[in-house]
């Protein structure tokens, strides 16, 4: 399995930038898709997800900013992140998180991250 994130860079407040997340070779049933961010000496933590059923879900602080999507013919999930701010700064991962076969739980692949960084 591969998620090739791409997207990432330098942004003064206010700007936009727009996050790829490419995967390949998945072949368990995926619970949802998303993103997590790492700012600064800080832990990792859910920015936007997509269920297999379209339901999306965000954290407070990016509601309104951010928008997630997928294209499901390119096994491609994105992040639109507007009007960002200096505390959206952070490493970002996507993430699958999908069925462990024969089990009720669910596991996770992670991409290698793309570092965001909004200067004021």
């Known amino acids: 399995v591969q998620l090739q994130a791409s997207g990432g860079g330098l942004v003064q407040a206010g700007g936009s930038l727009r996050l790829s997340c490419a995967a390949s070779g998945i072949v368990f049933r995926i619970n949802t898709v998303g993103w997590y961010r790492q700012p600064p000496g800080k832990q990792r933590e859910l920015v936007a997800e997509?269920?297999?059923?379209?339901?999306?879900n965000y954290a407070d602080s990016v509601k309104g900013r951010f928008t997630i999507s997928r294209d499901s013919a390119k096994n491609t999930v994105y992040l639109q992140m507007n009007s960002l701010k200096p505390e959206d700064t952070a490493v970002y991962y996507c993430n699958v998180n999908y069925w462990v076969v024969g089990r009720t739980s669910t596991s996770n692949y992670w991409g290698q991250g793309t570092l965001v960084t909004v200067s004021s």
């Open positions: 997509v269920s297999s059923g379209g339901t999306t």
